[in-house]
């Protein structure tokens, strides 16, 4: 059972360039989420997908967009890169929205934008 | 809105010490209150939780209680060790399935 597996583990880009990040749970959950983690602010929630088929904006989605492929997969695309992106991103899973079901983790993307 | 607040670190201990980890929290509704761990170069991965008021989370001799009065779940330990040294997340889950995390706290146990 890998969980929540995401793919790059790191990634380097300049500023300007593009790039998607990937996520697959497999785990049956409904609902997925992209976080960024920046030292000394925890984690901060950037879109999430309470169901396959819907996306809603988090905290601070100025800069990415998403996609919910299918009930397994939740894709990040950064459309044109800028340092302030550089962050380690999360992304998440939880069984069912609405309830008090936990969130579990991928082990994340680490990415440098020069 | 929804936030958490958690003490800053590092935290540094000596080993069989006793560990608590403030964390408060401002939230509208009922929210439940969950307790993250994160090793280096890992996730992070859920310690404990709880849904309701006055419930005890429990988790490999970590503890914490859900204060609604003083809107608190401070996070203790009786007796850490090396194997514990990890960062710390407090967390809230609104009534919206939204969750809304603390700075975290990083905790480093000598032995």
């Known amino acids: 059972n890998a969980g929540v597996t995401q793919t790059p583990k790191f990634q380097v880009l300049k500023t300007g360039q593009s790039m998607t990040l990937q996520c697959a749970q497999d785990?049956?959950?409904?609902?997925m989420y992209w976080y960024r983690q920046d030292p000394g602010m925890g984690l901060r929630l950037i879109y999430y997908?309470?169901?396959?088929?819907?996306?809603d904006k988090g905290e601070v989605p100025n800069g990415y967009n998403v996609s919910r492929l299918n009930k397994r997969e939740f894709s990040l695309r950064l459309e044109s890169a800028a340092p302030s992106q550089t962050s380690v991103y999360f992304c998440a899973s939880s069984r069912l929205a609405g309830t008090t079901d936990t969130q579990y983790f991928g082990p994340g993307t680490r990415l440098t934008v020069l | 809105g929804n936030s958490v607040t958690q003490m800053e670190g590092p935290v540094t201990l000596s080993e069989e010490a006793f560990l608590t980890i403030n964390c408060t929290y401002t939230a509208t509704g009922y929210p439940s209150l969950f307790w993250y761990v994160q090793y280096p170069g890992e996730g992070l991965q859920l310690l404990l939780k709880?849904?309701?008021?006055?419930d005890k989370g429990s988790n490999k001799g970590f503890e914490a209680t859900y204060r609604k009065e003083t809107t608190s779940f401070h996070l203790e330990k009786g007796s850490v060790q090396v194997s514990d040294s990890a960062v710390y997340f407090c967390a809230l889950k609104d009534n919206f399935n939204k969750f809304y995390f603390g700075s975290g706290t990083k905790l480093n146990v000598k032995p």
């Open positions: 709880a849904t309701k008021a006055d």
């Open positions: 785990m049956n959950h409904n609902s």
């Open positions: 997908s309470a169901s396959e088929g819907t996306t």
